[in-house]
C-alpha cells in the first residue's frame, strides 16, 4: 500500500514515499496528510473505504469437494478402479472391496493434506495484532488492528504486537524483537532519525517497526504507513498464498510407473486374448484369461503398500523427535540434495551468549579461574549496570544481550541482587541508541560513589581517559585495544566495552559522568551453534547432502558460525541479500551450487535460492522457524520447522517438525527416508518380478503347445495373497548397512534404476519357465493335477523371491531369515493358505483345485526353490566383483 493519492507530495529531493525508512517522521506524516494527534473519524472512514480492513490476504478457498475431487486424477488411481470394476464383473468381491478401501484411505489422506496446508494461512492472519492503542483526533482509543488506516498514530509499549507496519515518530528505550521476521536473535533498538539507502534491508530499518513483530522494552509512537496486504507480513502472506508444494519425488515415479503398466497391461491383455482366439480356445474364457492377467500385471496393493510403509516410518521419526505432517514427506527426506537452514534457533540456540572476555591484558572464553582487582572490576560492573531481573519461576527478565551479560556475571559468581546489597544503585543513564552507552551510580561502601558504563566498545573508548590494570591505572593503549576490538568482531561477536569513574559526590549533571572514564575490559557476545550442530553437518556431507545457511543476520555473523559448524571456509562462499537483488535467476543458477551462506536476506530471496537449486535440478529441504521461514517452507521440496521455537505459521506450511529443535534430527530423517524408499522399491522389484513370472507363464505357454496353465481364479488369488501379506511386510524391513554411505537419489532417476528392470524381466522369465517346466513334466508323466501344481509353484516361487530380494547384496541368511519378523510370519500364514486351497475340501471347487499326491507336492515344493537359489547366487556374484573392484581400486 502506498501513500493515499490525497497525500501531498513530499520534497524531490527526499526518497521516494514508499521507502518510509528513508524520509523524517515530519515527512512521513506529511505525506500520509496525518499529524501527531492522528486522524479524525472522518477522515478514518474514508481512508478505510480507500485501503480496506488491515487484514492478511486469503488464498482462494477450495471446497471439500473440489479437494475429494483431486484425489481421483492420478493414473495408477484410475487404473485401479477399473481393476475394481472388472474384478467385480468376474464375480470377485474380496478383490473389488480390497481395491475401493485402497483408493478411498489414499484419497482420505489427500485430503486431510490439503486442509492442513490452508490452516497456514489461518496461522499467519492469527499471528497479527488484534487490537492497537491508536490516538484520533487527540483521544487515544483501543481499536480493532483490522480497522487501523494509514495515518493512523499508533502507541507502542513493551508486550505488544505490532499492529501494521508503522513509521516511528517517537522512541523512548524502544527495543522490539523481529526474530520472526528478519531472523535477527537481538532486539533492535528503534529511533526516530530517517534510515538513508534505498537497499537498506529490513533487519536495518531502525526508523521502522513491522507489523507482527514484538515489543520488548520502553515506549514509542509510530505512524500506520502500510496495512494489510502491504505490510512486510502480508508480502510473506501473498508468497505463501503463490508458493506451490510440488509433487514429492515418490509421487512423481509412482505416477510415471502407474503410466507406463497401465498400458503395459492393455498391450498384455490384447496379445493374450488375439493369441487365444488364434488357438481356437474358448472366447469368453480367453476374455477372462486376459481380463484377469490385465488386472494382475497392475499392482494393486502398490498404493497400500506406499502408505503403510510410509505411516509407519512416520510413527518409528516420532520416536526421534520428527513429527511428520505430510505421509509422502517421509520419503522426499531420502531424495534431499541441499538442506538450507535458518540459522537463528537452527542452527544456533538463539539465545545470546558471552564468548570472550578481556582485561588487564588477558582474554578468555571462560569466567573461571580469573582473580584480580582488575577482574573485581570487570565483573562487578557487568553484574551492577543492568537491568535484568529473575523472574517467578528462575528465567531472566530483559534485554537478550543483558540476560547474556548478567549470566556471564553470575557465573563468576556476581550476582546483581548480591552485589547490590553492598552497592546499592542511586542513578542511572538509561541507554539510548545516539549515546550508544548505558550507566549506573551506586554508593562505593568504602566512601564516595562509582558509575559504571557499558556500551559500544569504540563508544567506551572514546570517552576514557586512562586504563585499568594490575599495575594502577594507565594511559589507554589505544592501538592494541581497537586491534582486540577488530578481532572479536571479526568473529562474528558484538562487542561491548565497560569503564567506570569514582566520585566523591553525585555530579549535578550525570551526563557529565560520562566522560574521563576508566576503562576496564570488553566482553564479545554471539547466539552460539548448538552443541550438536558441527556433527550433524558432517554427517550430512557424509551423505551426500549439501547444507547451506539462509539467515537475515549479518554476513560476518553468518560466516562465523557458518566456519565454526563446517558449512563453509572461504568468503567467497557468502552472498548477501542486496548482491542476491542485483542477481537474475540465470545469473543466481550459475552460482548457487558454489554458495553456502546467504546474508541478510529477505522472504521472497530465500523462495529465490529454493526455485534457482530446483531449476539447477536440486531436491530442497527447508528448515526454519520463524514467519520468514514460511513461504520457503512451503515452496522446497520438504518443509522442516522448529517445534520449540517454531511459529505456528511455519509448522502450517512445513511437512516436518523437528520437535526437539535439534539440527541432528534431519540426520536420522534422512536415513528413514532412505529406508523407506528402499523397501517401497524392494515391494515394487517382488511385485513385478512375481507379476512378469505369471505373465510370462501364460503368454509363453500356447507358443510351446501346452493348455492354458492358470485359471482367472488362480490369477487373482496369487494376486491378492502374494502381493498383500508379503508386501506389506517390506514396511518393517530395517535399514540396510551401507543406507548413509550412499549418495542421493538423482532426483529424475527412475523408479526402475539399478537394473531393476532387467531384473523384473530375467526372475520373471525363470519362473515362468520353471511354472511351466513343472507343468509340462507332470503332463508327460500323466499326472492329472498338474493345474494345481503350476498353482502352488507360482505361489511358493514368489514367496522364495520374496525372501531373496530383501537385499539387493547381502545374503538373507546374513540379514537372519527372523530380522523381519513380519516378513517370516507373512510367508508361513501365505503357505499355510495355498495348502488350505489344496488340502480344504470345501475351498477345491472354489478354486478348481485338487489335493497333490506326495509325490505331486514334493515336485512342486522343490521346483518353487529354484528362484530364491539363483538370487541368492546372483548376489554372491555381486559381492564377489565388488570385492575384486575394491581391491582393484
Not at 493512523?152 to 501494521?164: F, H, M, Q, S, Y
Not at 522457524?625 to 514460511?630: I, S, T
Not at 507360482?794 to 531373496?804: E, K, M, R, V, Y
Not at 541368492?872 to 556374484?877: I, R
Request: glycine share 8%.
Amino acid at each position: 500500500m502506498t501513500a493515499p493519492t490525497s497525500a501531498p507530495a513530499p520534497d524531490p529531493s527526499a526518497a521516494p514515499v514508499h521507502l518510509w525508512h528513508a524520509i523524517t517522521a515530519e515527512e512521513a506524516l506529511d505525506a500520509l496528510d496525518s499529524g501527531r494527534d492522528g486522524l479524525s473519524a472522518a477522515e478514518v472512514a474514508s481512508r478505510f473505504e480507500t485501503y480496506g480492513a488491515n487484514v492478511l490476504p486469503e488464498g482462494e478457498k477450495r471446497t471439500l469437494a473440489h479437494m475429494v475431487l483431486d484425489q481421483f486424477k492420478d493414473f495408477l488411481i484410475l487404473l485401479l478402479i477399473g481393476a475394481a470394476v472388472i474384478s467385480g464383473l468376474l464375480g470377485e468381491v474380496t478383490d473389488t472391496v480390497a481395491i475401493i478401501v485402497i483408493v478411498l484411505l489414499n484419497a482420505v489422506i489427500g485430503v486431510v493434506q490439503e486442509y492442513r496446508a490452508e490452516r497456514a494461512m489461518e496461522a499467519l492472519r492469527e499471528m497479527a495484532a488484534t487490537r492497537a492503542s491508536v490516538r484520533r483526533a487527540g483521544e487515544m482509543l483501543d481499536v480493532a488492528a483490522a480497522d487501523l488506516v494509514p495515518g493512523d498514530v499508533v502507541v507502542l509499549e513493551a508486550g505488544r504486537v505490532v499492529p501494521a507496519d508503522l513509521r516511528i515518530i517517537e522512541s523512548a528505550q524502544l527495543r522490539v524483537a523481529e526474530a520472526a521476521l528478519t531472523g535477527e536473535s537481538e532486539a533492535v533498538e528503534k529511533r526516530v532519525e530517517a534510515v538513508t539507502g534505498d537497499e537498506t534491508p529490513l533487519g536495518d530499518r531502525l526508523s521502522m517497526a513491522y507489523r507482527g513483530t514484538q515489543v520488548v522494552h520502553g515506549r514509542g509512537e509510530g505512524v500506520v504507513a502500510e496495512t494489510g496486504t502491504a505490510t512486510e507480513l502480508g508480502r510473506i502472506a501473498g508468497l505463501l498464498v503463490g508458493a506451490e508444494g510440488g509433487k514429492t519425488p515418490l509421487q512423481k515415479r509412482l505416477a510415471g510407473f502407474g503410466r507406463a503398466l497401465g498400458l503395459a497391461a492393455l498391450g498384455l491383455c490384447t496379445i493374450v486374448f488375439v493369441v487365444g482366439i488364434i488357438r481356437g480356445e474358448d472366447v469368453l474364457l480367453m476374455f477372462l484369461t486376459a481380463v484377469s492377467l490385465a488386472v494382475a500385471a497392475v499392482p494393486e496393493a502398490l498404493p497400500a503398500v506406499a502408505t503403510i510403509t510410509l505411516a509407519l516410518g512416520a510413527r518409528r521419526m516420532v520416536r526421534t523427535n520428527a513429527l511428520v505432517r505430510r505421509l509422502p514427506a517421509v520419503e522426499t527426506l531420502g531424495s534431499v540434495t541441499y538442506i538450507c537452514t535458518d540459522k537463528t534457533g537452527t542452527l544456533t540456540l538463539n539465545r545470546m551468549t558471552a564468548e570472550r572476555f578481556l582485561a588487564d591484558g588477558q582474554a578468555v572464553a571462560h569466567p573461571d579461574g580469573l582473580s584480580g582487582t582488575v577482574w573485581e572490576s570487570y565483573w562487578r560492573g557487568m553484574a551492577l549496570c543492568s537491568d535484568v531481573v529473575p523472574g517467578p519461576d528462575g528465567t531472566l527478565i530483559g534485554d537478550p544481550t543483558e540476560t547474556a551479560l548478567y549470566a556471564a556475571a553470575a557465573g563468576a559468581g556476581y550476582v546483581r541482587s548480591d552485589v547490590e546489597k553492598e552497592w546499592p544503585r542511586v542513578a542511572e543513564l538509561p541507554f539510548d541508541s545516539e549515546r550508544k552507552l548505558m550507566t549506573t551510580f551506586h554508593a562505593d561502601p568504602g566512601g564516595g560513589f562509582v558509575s559504571f558504563t557499558k556500551g559500544a566498545a569504540e563508544a567506551v573508548l572514546a570517552r576514557s581517559a586512562e586504563q585499568l590494570s594490575s599495575e594502577g591505572s594507565g594511559p589507554v593503549d589505544m592501538e592494541e585495544l581497537e586491534a582486540d576490538i577488530d578481532e572479536i568482531s571479526g568473529d562474528g561477536l558484538r562487542v561491548l566495552g565497560y569503564a567506570m569513574r569514582r566520585f566523591e559526590a553525585l555530579p549535578e549533571d550525570l551526563s557529565s559522568a560520562e566522560h574521563d572514564l576508566t576503562f576496564v575490559g570488553l566482553v564479545g557476545l554471539m547466539d552460539p551453534p548448538r552443541e550438536e550442530a558441527p556433527e550433524a553437518v558432517r554427517l550430512c556431507k557424509s551423505a551426500g547432502i549439501v547444507p547451506v545457511m539462509i539467515t537475515g543476520d549479518h554476513p560476518a555473523t553468518a560466516m562465523s558460525i557458518a566456519r565454526r559448524i563446517g558449512i563453509a571456509r572461504r568468503e567467497t562462499e557468502v552472498v548477501t541479500g542486496v548482491e542476491l537483488d542485483r542477481l537474475t535467476l540465470e545469473e543466481l543458477e550459475a552460482r548457487v551450487l558454489d554458495t553456502h551462506v546467504y546474508a541478510r536476506v529477505a522472504p521472497e530471496q530465500k523462495l529465490k535460492i529454493v526455485r534457482a537449486l530446483q531449476d539447477r535440478g536440486q531436491f530442497v529441504a527447508m528448515t526454519g522457524d520463524g514467519v520468514n521461514d514460511a513461504p520457503a517452507l512451503k515452496q522446497a521440496d520438504i518443509g522442516v520447522a522448529m517445534g520449540v521455537t517454531g511459529t505456528d505459521v511455519a509448522k502450517e506450511a512445513a511437512s516436518m517438525i523437528l520437535l526437539d529443535d535439534n539440527f541432528s534430527t534431519i540426520v536420522r530423517a534422512v536415513e528413514e527416508g532412505r529406508r523407506i524408499y528402499d523397501n517401497i522399491r524392494k515391494f515394487i522389484r517382488y511385485t513385478m518380478t512375481s507379476n512378469a513370472g505369471e505373465i510370462f507363464t501364460i503368454l509363453l505357454a500356447p507358443f510351446l503347445g501346452l493348455p492354458i496353465p492358470l485359471l482367472p481364479i488362480h490369477i487373482l488369488w496369487i494376486n491378492l495373497v502374494t502381493d498383500g501379506l508379503p508386501g506389506l511386510a517390506y514396511a518393517a524391513e530395517p535399514a540396510e548397512r551401507d543406507i548413509m554411505k550412499r549418495p542421493p537419489r538423482p532426483p529424475a532417476q527412475s523408479i526402475l534404476a539399478e537394473g531393476m528392470a532387467t531384473q523384473m524381466v530375467w526372475i520373471g522369465l525363470l519362473l515362468g519357465g520353471v511354472s511351466l517346466s513343472v507343468m509340462a513334466l507332470a503332463l508327460e508323466l500323466g499326472m492329472e493335477n498338474w493345474q494345481s501344481m503350476v498353482f502352488t509353484v507360482l505361489c511358493i516361487g514368489q514367496l522364495g523371491n520374496a525372501l531373496a530380494i530383501r537385499s539387493q547384496t547381502e545374503s538373507v541368511f546374513t540379514q537372519g531369515l527372523l530380522s523381519n519378523r513380519p516378513m517370516a510370519a507373512a510367508l508361513a500364514l501365505t503357505v499355510v493358505l495355498q495348502l488350505a486351497t489344496l488340502y480344504v475340501p470345501f475351498l477345491n471347487p472354489v478354486f478348481r483345485t485338487a489335493p497333490l499326491s506326495a509325490l505331486e507336492l514334493a515336485i512342486a515344493l522343490g521346483a518353487s526353490t529354484i528362484v530364491f537359489w539363483v538370487v541368492e547366487a546372483d548376489k554372491l556374484a555381486r559381492r564377489m566383483r565388488a570385492r575384486r573392484q575394491q581391491a582393484t581400486a
